[in-house]
């Protein structure tokens, strides 16, 4: 704001001051209320004015009501935004969280009664058949000769690649097993192996 020289003295404003006659209490209260903000009279009575203006708020009229009123739905927006996150909660804990303790809880009562570790069961492999050649009753000629043409291709394939594969052994480390292969052939014998 500028300031106006009168007299010799500087006024804060564009214009002079102006007395209002107001009720000596009404006078106090603003005073005090004034003083909160550490500004003049006149910026925190320019500052209510612009807020009142800026807002639509008439202070003898509906405003308060309409801010009340907007306070309130937006209270009872969140409410029942908050009821849905917790039925969201209670239903997962319903659903997914206390099937699954309980399940954890009777395993491990059971663990815990029976005292004993869990001991592994060795795996067991199997002989290697070789009747997988003879002809079946159940299985069509056919097909069978099919079976028996797709195994010999795979057998000659698979002998291939047995035939590329050399043992390296480096300076460092262990030795291991390289196959000689393009990416062109590697990328058929999966597409193939699918």
Same mark, same amino acid.
């Given at each position: 704001?500028?300031?106006?020289?009168?007299?010799?003295r500087?006024?804060k404003?564009?214009?002079?001051?102006?007395?209002i006659?107001?009720?000596?209490?009404?006078?106090?209260?603003f005073r005090?209320?004034?003083?909160?903000?550490?500004?003049?009279?006149?910026?925190?009575l320019?500052?209510m004015?612009?807020?009142?203006?800026?807002?639509?708020?008439?202070?003898?009229?509906?405003?308060?009501k309409i801010?009340?009123?907007?306070?309130?739905k937006?209270?009872?927006?969140?409410k029942?935004?908050?009821?849905?996150?917790?039925?969201?909660?209670?239903?997962? *804990?319903?659903?997914?969280?206390? $099937?699954?303790? &309980?399940?954890?809880l =009777? !395993?491990? /009562?059971?663990?815990?009664?029976?005292g004993?570790?869990?001991?592994?069961?060795?795996?067991?492999i199997?002989?290697?058949?070789?009747?997988?050649? *003879?002809p079946?009753?159940?299985? $069509?000629?056919? &097909?069978?000769?099919r =079976? !028996?043409? /797709?195994f010999?291709?795979?057998?000659?394939?698979?002998?291939e690649?047995?035939?590329n594969?050399?043992k390296?052994?480096?300076?460092?480390?262990k030795p291991?097993?390289k196959?000689?292969?393009?990416?062109?052939?590697?990328e058929s !014998?999966?597409?193939?192996?699918k």
């Open positions: 704001m500028e300031k106006q020289s009168t007299n010799g500087t006024k404003g564009t214009g002079g001051y102006s007395n006659t107001i009720k000596k209490e009404t006078a106090t209260r005090s209320y004034s003083k909160r903000f550490s500004k003049s009279h006149s910026e925190v320019d500052g004015m612009q807020y009142f203006k800026e807002n639509n708020l008439d202070p003898f009229g509906e405003g308060t801010i009340l009123d907007s306070i309130k937006l209270e009872r927006q969140m029942k935004k908050f009821d849905r996150l917790i039925a969201i909660i209670k239903n997962m *804990e319903k659903t997914s969280i206390r $099937p699954t303790y &309980e399940m954890m =009777i !395993l491990y /009562e059971a663990y815990v009664r029976d004993r570790k869990p001991r592994r069961e060795p795996v067991q199997q002989e290697e058949r070789m009747d997988f050649l *003879e079946r009753n159940t299985v $069509p000629k056919v &097909e069978h000769d =079976i !028996l043409q /797709e010999e291709s795979y057998k000659k394939h698979c002998n690649i047995l035939n594969v050399e390296v052994e480096p300076m460092m480390g291991y097993l196959i000689n292969m393009d990416i062109g052939n590697f !014998l999966k597409h193939q192996l």
